[in-house]
């Protein structure tokens, strides 16, 4: 398994600040993950981010939103800039384990609100 | 379909009665599907990770099961007990592609 240590746990902010979120994990791993969960929605893949190279968005998010950071093989951050209050949501960060990153493994979460 | 589906979306569940909930996914270029038990502030919690067709993995008083050909997952609950009242999340993909989640199933156990 992984330990992801991920933080900070909670926060409020002001619209038009920007918050960015940690994550650290106890062994090297190749890709980290960032998701982010609406109130009443799924979780939803933000962003793939492997050390040394750009962050791989999905459809909807884009670098100026949510840039990423992954500066080595145990740590990225997501910062979520100009919030909104549709940015409200629950952020997590994950790994991938196994020889094809089968497992999934996941921090405690960052539980957003924006006011 | 095109997404992860589950369902129900909630569930009331009297402590000692088995249970069970449904979930559903895109059956092409199937790669693993993913079952997760998310409590409030906690790191959503790993239960299985299934590849095959007709395959059925088990864990305590958990189970699930995979028919990859149709697109569904089962996962039940023998005895529910109150320590079972959690988010249960089922999700397909894995590997380099992340994850696809549903909704999930909010399971409340009632003493």
Same mark, same amino acid.
Request: aromatic share 10%; proline share 14%.
């Given at each position: 398994s992984a330990v992801i240590s991920q933080k900070p746990s909670r926060d409020i902010c002001q619209r038009g600040t920007s918050l960015t979120i940690q994550c650290q994990v106890d062994s090297q791993v190749t890709m980290m993950f960032w998701y982010r969960q609406q109130p009443g929605q799924s979780l939803t893949l933000i962003a793939t981010a492997n050390q040394g190279s750009e962050a791989t968005y999905e459809s909807g998010f884009v670098i100026d939103k949510f840039p990423i950071s992954? *500066?080595?093989?145990?740590f990225s951050t997501l910062t979520v800039s100009?919030?909104? *209050?549709?940015?409200?949501s629950i952020y997590l960060c994950s790994v991938g384990r196994g020889t094809t990153n089968t497992e999934a493994f996941f921090g405690q979460g960052t539980r957003l609100t924006v006011v | 379909i095109l997404n992860v589906e589950q369902s129900p979306q909630s569930l009331h569940v009297q402590e000692g009665d088995s249970t069970n909930f449904t979930c559903s996914f895109p059956s092409?270029?199937?790669?693993a599907l993913h079952w997760y038990r998310w409590e409030t502030a906690k790191s959503p919690e790993a239960l299985f990770v299934m590849t095959l067709n007709g395959d059925e993995k088990k864990k305590g008083r958990i189970s699930a099961t995979l028919n990859t050909k149709e697109g569904y997952s089962y996962l039940y609950i023998k005895?529910?007990?109150?320590?079972?009242s959690a988010t249960y999340l089922c999700a397909s993909g894995g590997g380099a592609d992340g994850l696809t989640f549903g909704k999930g199933t909010h399971l409340i156990i009632q003493p």
């Open positions: 992954r *500066p080595n093989l145990t100009n919030m909104s *209050p549709e940015d409200s | 092409s270029n199937f790669y005895g529910s007990q109150p320590e079972d």
